[in-house]
């Protein structure tokens, strides 16, 4: 069970996301590039730019996570976080997903989460997942085109493995929903049947106790000096 403190973090990133666009200043944003991956700051060369276009779409035709990434050359007075909010919020809506941001005049990287992906797997999973591809941004060897590809190939390995753990629950769950959905018809089929069976038992020993036998009065008698030579007489009479 997810603790309390981890269900709201998708409506406090919610909430911080609105806040942060309502304070900074609203610049028009660009809408999301069919391939996923908006390079303003020209960060990829055209072999990397392929590569992270196939394994974008592989990721989200596999799982359903829309994981996207832009790149900027300045952010316009906010911070590269409150951009990828800003764009999480305009790509995104409620569907699954991330947004990778880069900032190449600061080179700062930033993460954004959809409240749609805190919803899909739980938080604790998310959140490491984000702290792990923390760490590979914050390490300052490779250049951050190499960086980059590497956080978000990392992400997409994490993401296919959260999204198998999860249909394998399903699975298991829906043949334990259906063994306890025959168990349980089975022994409302057995109740069923005790339940008519005691009915019709009562009912009969009811109609048992019921019955009245009605025996006539018999009368016998000896007749003795009869002009027909004696004999016995017979009387019955019913009961009243």
């Known amino acids: 069970m997810r603790h309390p403190i981890l269900l709201l973090l998708p409506l406090l990133a919610w909430l911080l996301a609105v806040t942060s666009q309502a304070a900074a200043p609203q610049e028009p944003l ?9 390079d303003d700051a020209r960060l990829f060369n055209p072999e990397q730019t392929a590569k992270l276009t196939s394994l974008l779409a ?21 911070t590269v976080s409150q951009r990828a909010q800003r764009l999480a919020l305009l790509w995104l809506g409620g569907e699954p997903g991330l947004v990778f941001a880069f900032d190449r005049g600061s080179s700062q990287p930033a993460i954004a989460v959809s409240p749609g992906l805190w919803n899909t797997y ?7 997942m984000v702290l792990r591809n ?18 978000i190939e ?3 390995a994490q993401i296919t493995n959260l999204e198998t753990t999860r249909r ?30 005691f009915s019709r038992r009562i009912r009969h020993n009811r109609a048992v106790q019921e019955e009245t036998y009605l025996f006539p009065d018999v009368h016998v008698s000896l007749r003795l000096g009869a002009p027909f030579g004696g004999g016995t007489a017979a009387e019955a009479k019913g009961r009243q």
């Open 58 to 78: 592989t990721c989200r035709q596999q799982t359903g996570v829309r994981i996207t990434v832009a790149t900027f050359t300045y952010t316009s007075g906010i």
């Open 30 to 38: 660009p809408p999301l590039p069919p391939s996923s991956i908006l």
């Open 168 to 197: 394998q629950r399903l699975q298991v769950f829906t043949k334990d929903d259906r063994q306890l959905a025959t168990v349980v018809i089975l022994v409302l089929a057995a109740l069923g049947g005790a339940s008519l069976w």
């Open 134 to 151: 923390s760490t590979i941004f914050a390490n300052g060897n490779p250049v951050p085109d190499e960086r980059m590809v590497a956080v």
């Open 122 to 128: 739980p938080a604790d999973d998310i959140t490491m």
């Open 154 to 156: 990392a992400t997409a």
